[in-house]
């Protein structure tokens, strides 16, 4: 018993002479000797009353929650803030998903106009509409009119209350839909658009048509120099749509013509 040993020591220390003997000395009366014992065996009798169950379970108990203490308090002050994910970062997540939205759309339609013009370019008639057509700035409607009116009312007194519409040509909203697509296949934020194998690709595409444009409009492109620039734009587009997670150029998926509005889901369609 713990309360035992230290009325042991205790009464050792008292008793003086004898150092921890618990021996009376023989300046101690037998008397004073007989009391201190009684009054010890009477504690030590009084601590065998509880049983030992008890401060087994007391002292595991207080042991248990110190250590619980102990452990907590680092834990709790160590714990690092969160904070929200955003940018890039989460793009493999939600900036992927968004942007197939945006953009999935109007890249297809821009690779079934560009597959349009493989007839034209394989019998060398570079005048047939539909090349001319996929360069010509003002062929392609980029952003439609939207009305102005006022809950339906136009207040205008030429009665004209839509917005101009914007063309571009389908190949410049090609290349800027392909480079934002691209971009958003990334697994972080750090690494620099022109370094993603999705922005690499679509840059090699762009080198050739953009060379394939300038000689067409300059009417220095031959038709031998069309079939080989073609042929070398089409292997560099199916390797992009492969990196977008579209399908080949040769599946027949771009057979049709494509919505270039926002789309609700992600999925090809």
């Given at each position: 018993m713990a309360k035992l040993s230290v009325l042991s020591l205790f009464f050792a220390a008292v008793t003086g002479t004898n150092g921890f003997s618990t021996n009376p000395p023989s300046s101690v009366s037998a008397q004073n000797a007989q009391q201190l014992s009684t009054q010890l065996s009477l504690k030590s009798s009084a601590n065998d009353d509880i049983p030992s169950s008890s401060f087994q379970r007391r002292n595991f108990l207080a042991t248990a929650t110190a250590a619980a203490g102990t452990i907590m308090v680092p834990l709790l002050s160590s714990t690092s803030p969160a904070y929200a994910s955003g940018g890039a970062t989460a793009g493999k997540y939600t900036t992927i998903p968004i942007a197939k939205r945006?953009?999935?759309?109007?890249?297809?339609?821009?690779?079934h106009e560009f597959l349009l013009m493989t007839p034209?370019?394989?019998?060398?008639?570079?005048?047939?509409?539909?090349?001319?057509?996929?360069?010509?700035?003002?062929?392609?409607?980029?952003?439609?009119?939207?009305?102005?009116?006022?809950?339906?009312?136009?207040?205008k007194k030429d009665g004209d209350c839509k917005s101009a519409s914007i063309y571009d040509s389908r190949y410049n909203d090609m290349k800027t839909t392909m480079y934002l697509l691209g971009n958003a296949f990334r697994i972080n934020q750090t690494k620099a658009p022109d370094n993603l194998p999705t922005v690499k690709a679509a840059k090699k595409f762009f080198k050739v048509m953009n060379k394939f444009e300038f000689k067409l409009s300059k009417k220095q492109l031959s038709e031998s120099d069309a079939k080989g620039m073609f042929a070398d734009a089409l292997d560099i587009l199916d390797e992009y749509l492969d990196l977008v997670e579209l399908p080949p150029t040769e599946s027949g998926h771009y057979d049709k013509e494509f919505s270039t509005l926002v789309g609700e889901t992600s999925r090809i369609t």
């Open positions: 945006r953009y999935y759309g109007r890249v297809q339609e821009a690779v034209a370019i394989i019998k060398g008639d570079l005048n047939d509409p539909t090349v001319q057509d996929f360069f010509d700035v003002t062929k392609t409607v980029v952003i439609e009119g939207k009305k102005k009116d006022i809950n339906g009312v136009c207040t």
